[in-house]
């Protein structure tokens, strides 16, 4: 019984990889730019987070155990998260879309980097094992696919820049363990939203903004529902539930749905080579996600 249980938050957490893995067709998708993609990525979403607590908490307003320090830790985590999703959305554009979900997943290399640098964690045989084949996996990617389109090479590296951030904003986050996930959540996509607003702002300076048409409307809201609400709750409320390999095996659903869909919808099809070097960058992201989910 409890291996059917396990099974299920498994197929969840799948899913949710999934939905999340849909993220990188939507923006590819928007004429809009980086930052207000995702302001409404945030701002859509907050409604549907509001209704599941309402529904799962029977609660209108989110209860928070600890506020000053969840806020503090909220708040700044939630602007590392905002610099890593601006520059992904960015990236997108100038380079592939199986490129820019492959490299944002090597976070957990970084993750485990700042855990040696600020939390007195050593590195063990298997980190350097899961640090070498990622970056042997992310230089070959790169370096033959630099012919993809003028600037691809610069949009991987701007994903290589946004994993940092990501890596921070998830090691911030981790120390929110104490308050519910679905609160986590709000603060977190409540603060990023007020920071894509502020960065729109600076954005419009140098490029006007167009108003939101149909498909966009359409688009946003998939991103908002599929993405934020979807897929990160899902993962979210199944990843605690199982064991580590098993959430490291599922979590890669996210860059192959990625690629799946990039490859039917953009014809971005990767070669014999690419595939080689992705499936090397999967092994270095398995490790090192059992190595900071343990």
């Given at each position: ?28 998708l ?46 700044w ?11 992904w ?34 590195f ?31 949009g ?64 946003m ?9 979807i ?26 749905t ?15 080579i ?5 499936l ?12 900071t989910?343990?």
């Amino acid at each position: 019984m409890s291996f059917l249980i396990k099974s299920n938050y498994f197929i969840l957490l799948v899913i949710g990889a999934a939905c999340i893995g849909l993220a990188p067709i939507f923006v590819r998708l928007s004429e809009l730019m980086p930052s207000w993609i995702l302001f409404w990525r945030m701002f859509l979403a907050l409604p549907f987070l509001i209704l599941i607590n309402l529904l799962w908490n029977k609660k209108f307003f989110f209860v928070i155990k600890d506020p000053s320090q969840t806020l503090l830790i909220a708040f700044w985590g939630s602007f590392a998260f905002s610099l890593d999703l601006i520059l992904w959305h960015y990236s997108i554009h100038i380079t592939s879309i199986a490129n820019a979900t492959i490299i944002i997943n090597i976070a957990p290399i970084f993750v485990a980097m700042i855990y040696f640098m600020f939390f007195n964690e050593k590195f063990s045989i298997h980190f350097f094992i899961a640090l070498i084949t990622t970056f042997i996996g992310v230089f070959g990617l790169t370096f033959f696919s630099s012919s993809y389109q003028e600037g691809s090479l610069y949009g991987d590296l701007i994903c290589i820049l946004a994993s940092m951030f990501y890596a921070i904003y998830l090691v911030m986050i981790s120390r929110l363990g104490h308050e519910q996930a679905l609160t986590v959540i709000f603060l977190t996509t409540s603060f990023c939203c007020f920071f894509a607003f502020l960065s729109g702002l600076f954005e419009n300076s140098f490029v006007p903004q167009a108003p939101l048409n149909a498909s966009e409307w359409v688009n946003m809201l998939s991103l908002a529902i599929i993405c934020q609400v979807i897929g990160v709750f899902l993962i979210t409320f199944s990843i605690a539930r199982i064991n580590a390999s098993a959430g490291s095996i599922g979590l890669l659903m996210q860059p192959v749905t990625a690629v799946l869909f990039a490859a039917f919808i953009f014809a971005e099809y990767l070669s014999l080579i690419q595939i080689i070097f992705a499936l090397i960058v999967f092994s270095g992201i398995y490790l090192a996600r059992n190595l900071t989910i343990n």
